[in-house]
Nanobody
Framework: VQLVESGGGLVQAGGSLRLACATS????????IAWFRQGPGKEREGIAC????????YYADSVKGRFTISGDNAKNTVYLQMNSLKPEDTAVYYC????????????????????WGQGTQVTVSS
């Protein structure tokens, strides 16, 4: 299982970025893919989750209405569109995969996900 994030960078507050998580080594439709982030001095936080088999999505309250997770099954890639970015969104963003569907209570729990990418830095300036 391999996951490679891309698309991070420096953006001004109010701006947008789209992160991509390219996956390989597993059957994309069978997995649950999620995005997490870890800011300086903070714990890893689950922010968005996608069940690639049925398209269910889950979001943390901190990003709901601003971020959108989506998947392209043909490209085995999951995206995170981030709009209206705030300085508090500054963090390293990771994608992670779990082999089975995840119930909603666990969709944003990092302990559920066993495969992780290396992360991509997002910095939002004020």
């Amino acid at each position: 299982v391999q996951l490679v994030e891309s698309g991070g960078g420096l953006v001004q507050a109010g701006g947008s970025l789209r992160l991509a998580c390219a996956t390989s080594g597993f059957t994309f439709d069978d997995y649950t893919i999620a995005w997490f982030r870890q800011g300086p001095g903070k714990e890893r936080e689950g922010i968005a989750c996608l069940s690639t088999d049925d398209g269910r999505t889950y979001y943390a309250d901190s990003v709901k209405g601003r971020f959108t997770i989506s998947g392209d099954n043909a490209k085995n890639t999951v995206y995170l569109q981030m709009n209206s970015l705030k300085p508090e969104d500054t963090a390293v963003y990771y994608c992670a995969a779990h082999e089975f569907p995840v119930e909603s209570d666990y969709a944003l729990n990092p302990h559920v996900f066993g495969s992780w990418g290396q992360g991509t830095q997002v910095t939002v300036s004020s």
